[in-house]
C-alpha cells in the first residue's frame, strides 16, 4: 500500500496548514489513518488518527486546533489551526489494515514519505 502525502510547509504561528494522504482506493481490511509527528530532538508522535467507521482519536497537545477527516477515495486530510512553533515537526502518513484468516488476525501497518511542517514564531 502507498500513501501520497502532501500540503507540508512554512507557515507563521497562528496559521493553518491542510496536509493530504491519498491511499488507494481500496484496501481490503483498511482498520484506520492518521497522522504522526517526529519533532526536532524528540520521539514520534500521534498526532490525529480516524477509524473505518469515522471514530477520532487526538494527540493532546493538538486536541481543538487540529481536525482529521477522510473522504471516500481513501484520502486522510488534517486541518491545523493555530499553529504553534511546537508544531514544527515532519508529518507521516499511517494506514493500518487488520485481516482475518482461519481465526489469526494479522496486522499491517504502512507509512508514507513525511512531511515537513514548519511553523516560525
Known amino acids: 500500500v502507498q500513501l501520497q502525502a502532501s500540503g507540508g510547509g512554512l507557515v507563521q504561528a497562528g496559521g493553518s496548514l491542510r496536509l493530504s494522504c491519498a491511499a488507494p482506493?481500496?484496501?481490503?481490511?483498511?482498520?484506520?489513518m492518521g497522522w504522526y509527528r517526529q519533532g526536532p530532538g524528540k520521539q514520534r508522535e500521534l498526532a490525529a488518527s480516524?477509524?473505518?467507521?469515522?471514530?477520532t482519536n487526538y494527540g493532546d497537545s493538538v486536541k481543538g486546533r487540529f481536525t482529521i477527516s477522510r473522504d471516500a477515495k481513501n484520502t486522510v486530510y488534517l486541518q491545523m489551526n493555530s499553529l504553534q512553533s511546537e508544531d514544527t515537526a515532519v508529518y507521516y502518513c499511517?494506514?493500518?489494515?487488520?485481516?482475518?484468516?482461519?481465526?489469526?488476525?494479522?496486522?499491517?501497518?504502512?507509512w508514507g514519505q513525511g512531511t515537513l511542517v514548519t511553523v516560525s514564531s
Open positions: 480516524i477509524t473505518r467507521d469515522g471514530t
Open positions: 499511517n494506514l493500518v489494515r487488520r485481516r482475518s484468516t482461519f481465526g489469526q488476525t494479522k496486522i499491517d501497518e504502512y
Open positions: 482506493g481500496n484496501i481490503f481490511g483498511l482498520d484506520s
